[in-house]
């Protein structure tokens, strides 16, 4: 068996977790996945913020690009992953009839690996800008410009309990991060 390499596969933009999925269906049916055992498309976590709430969404990274680890030597996987609908082809060198399929290099790999590890990492170490006691101040809703205090932090809903001063009396209310900043004395 001849060494596995990284190669870019070229598929249609927009579908690529599609072509992603016929690919891996493909392989799996004719017992391939020793010869192809990674299939990804890069992805990073992108924030944006929708109707007052902060949603986190998968954005691809190269539109219509496809990383594939495989030892395309053999034949009946070139022509496998050539063949899946969705796949236009590899990203190769121009030589006319005969494209070359060319492997990308280690250390492009590690670079497109460890951004997407990266990401997932930040996702997951991210801790809380709030702390319990501090003052904020509501920047959004129906009580944008009081000031309140934070009274609990729920980092897995990343919401805050707050007790805000409505008319002279402590009002408790349960707002999201996106609906506060945090109060410069």
């Known amino acids: 068996m001849s060494e596995l390499k990284w190669y870019v596969v070229r598929a249609v933009a927009g579908q690529e977790k599609k072509a992603k999925s016929y690919l891996e269906t493909e392989i799996m049916r004719q017992k391939l996945d020793a010869l192809v055992p990674q299939i990804l498309i890069p992805t990073e976590k992108v924030y944006e913020v929708r109707n007052g709430k902060k949603k986190v969404r998968e954005k691809t990274m190269y539109a219509g690009y496809i990383i594939v ?18 796949v236009i082809g590899f990203l190769s060198t121009s030589e006319g009839a ?19 590890d990266e990401a997932n990492q930040a996702e997951e170490k991210m801790e809380s800008p709030f702390v319990v006691g501090e003052t904020i101040k509501v920047t959004d809703g ?27 009396r402590n009002t408790p209310m349960e707002l999201s991060y996106v609906q506060v900043e945090k109060e410069l004395i």
Request: charged share 20%; no cysteine; net charge positive.
């Open 69 to 86: 680890q495989a030892d395309i030597t053999n034949g009946e996987v070139f022509h496998t992953i050539k063949s899946t609908p969705g």
């Open 142 to 168: 129906a009580f944008a410009g009081f000031s309140g205090t934070i009274e609990q932090v729920f980092d897995d809903r990343k919401k805050l309990s707050v007790v805000v001063k409505i008319f002279g």
């Open 98 to 116: 005969n494209k070359v399929p060319v492997p990308l290099r280690l250390s492009e790999v590690q670079r497109m690996l460890g951004q997407v």
